[in-house]
């Protein structure tokens, strides 16, 4: 059952994709469609789910669930990568690479693949202030108060004490 995002409670459960460009405004549209649609007949074990989505710096595909209601399971899960796999195939667009870290600068969002990270440093593309993406978090509460952390409070600061050496 698909209810607006505001609606979802701060506990709900949540699941980030993030693209590797922006969306443009038509793909916004079409994901957000095809995202109401599939929220709407998701669920886990015949059980309804009550989820929402939303689109975050038309780059992040945001999915939560109520799990006071019913829990996600294992199967519902890959009901859920499925659909997003298949919005990569019709958009010609990555949205399960974790290899790829975001981060903001100035209303700006640019990415950096994981294994360019300490080049990005070196070169001062990425300091210790900037804000970076946290996709890991999994509650609705931690989306609104931990998303975006400074790069030197985060699993990053040991690339800043190269630097430092």
């Not at 701060?10 to 649609?37: C, G, H, P, V």
């Not at 981060?103 to 202030?129: C, R, Y």
């Amino acid at each position: 059952m698909y209810t607006s995002f505001e609606n979802m409670p701060s506990n709900s459960r949540i699941w980030i994709y993030q693209a590797d460009r922006e969306f443009t405004k038509s793909e916004q549209e079409q994901i957000i469609d095809e995202l109401k649609s599939f929220l709407e007949n998701w669920t886990a074990h015949q059980q309804t789910l009550k989820a929402s989505g939303k689109i975050e710096y038309n780059r992040f595909i945001i999915i939560a669930v109520d799990e006071t209601i019913n829990l996600a399971s294992g199967c519902s899960i890959d009901k859920q990568v499925h659909f997003i796999q298949n919005l990569e195939n019709k958009l010609q667009i990555k949205l399960l690479d974790r290899s790829l870290i975001a981060f903001k600068v100035n209303d700006q969002i640019f990415t950096v693949q994981l294994p360019k990270i300490s080049e990005a440093v070196k070169s001062g593309q990425i300091t210790t202030d900037t804000w970076v993406f946290n996709n890991t978090i999994t509650t609705l509460e931690t989306l609104k108060t931990n998303w975006l952390q400074i790069a030197s409070e985060t699993w990053l600061q040991r690339y800043f004490q190269k630097e430092l050496v």
